[in-house]
């Protein structure tokens, strides 16, 4: 399967923990983009990376947030001490160099802060 | 800041009609996406249109860019029982974020 792939699933975690989200783009992709989604609502975007740069994080909390996307292994967003309002599905999509604008999505990660 | 306005928000059909959503902007858009997500799944990419003017279609799917470049539409011929989900639109502007729509929900009556 050479589609987005994002583990874990299902993420639960306790206030004050720390959660890990990870993106393994589709083969070929360079670029990445993560996105939140809370019940009955659109995506909104929080960051868009390519390898070891972030290009754009506009759309992400300034504390507690943060994410990477190594030489070498999947992209990974970071919440750290988390809170209630952090559950949400977080969606990662990856695009190609000569397509950007045409976005794939990872079946997203459910977070829920307990 | 630039805002989607997607509707109708739901809809329920029979099975076997014609469904029609739209998605308008305030401001103009040089890309517009179409996607569909089901429960519990990512949005899946149904249609991309490049151009204003541009109809494109998939399958039973059609889907046109704005002459204005400030909307676009989302046709489903026949539906069938498989297209219930939630249809998105979004649109791109000079940058690559994707903003979106807030959602159409598609629901076959029984």
């Known amino acids: 399967n050479a589609g987005v792939m994002q583990n874990p699933r299902h993420l639960v975690r306790r206030r004050g923990q720390e959660a890990r989200l990870r993106c393994s783009p589709m083969?070929?992709?360079?670029?990445v983009y993560w996105y939140r989604q809370l019940p009955e609502e659109g995506l909104k975007f929080m960051v868009y990376?390519?390898?070891?740069?972030?290009?754009?994080e506009s759309g992400m909390p300034k504390e507690r947030f943060s994410a990477e996307f190594p030489k070498e292994g999947p992209s990974i967003l970071r919440i750290q001490q988390v809170v209630r309002g952090d559950s949400a599905a977080y969606f990662c999509?990856?695009?190609?160099?000569?397509?950007?604008?045409?976005?794939?999505f990872g079946p997203g990660t459910r977070l829920t802060v307990t | 800041g630039q805002q989607l306005n997607q509707s109708p928000q739901s809809m329920f059909i029979q099975e076997g009609e014609d469904v029609s959503m739209n998605c308008t902007s305030s401001?103009?858009?040089?890309?517009w996406l179409w996607y569909k997500q089901d429960p519990g799944e990512g949005p899946v990419l149904l249609i991309a249109?490049?151009?204003a003017g541009e109809l494109t279609s998939n399958g039973r799917l059609t889907a046109q860019f704005g002459i204005t470049r400030k909307d676009s539409f989302l046709n489903i011929s026949a539906s069938i029982p498989s297209d219930v989900g939630i249809y998105f639109c979004?649109?791109?502007?000079?940058?690559?974020?994707?903003?979106w729509g807030a959602g159409t929900k598609l629901i076959i009556k029984p």
């Open positions: 999509a990856s695009s190609g160099q000569d397509s950007s604008y045409e976005q794939y």
């Open positions: 249109l490049y151009k």
């Open positions: 990376l390519q390898k070891e740069n972030i290009i754009d």
């Open positions: 979004a649109g791109q502007d000079s940058n690559y974020q994707l903003i």
């Open positions: 083969k070929g992709h360079s670029h």
């Open positions: 401001s103009i858009f040089n890309t």
